[in-house]
């Protein structure tokens, strides 16, 4: 299954903006609520435990993607 998500870049804007007004103000920004802010820009609906499971999806990228980078670094 297949999704063409499109995102306007003024709505990525403000994601962004909301997330780094949230971090200048000291705050961390957690998976979370990027996965939330992502999920508002593209008007998906998503049950609690689906987007549980996404938030876990992409941690799993994510830590794919430093380890390769540090293996990488080291070599």
Do not use: C, D
């Not at 957690?30 to 593209?42: A, K, R």
């Amino acid at each position: 299954m297949s999704y063409n998500l499109q995102i306007s870049p003024h709505g990525l804007q403000i994601a962004e903006t909301r997330l780094w007004n949230q971090k200048m103000n000291n705050e961390s920004i957690t998976m979370s609520q990027i996965v939330s802010e992502l999920i508002h820009l593209f008007g998906i609906r998503l049950a609690p435990r689906m987007q549980e499971q996404l938030e876990a999806k992409i941690k799993q990228i994510r830590s794919r993607i430093y380890k390769r980078h540090n293996r990488l670094l080291r070599a």
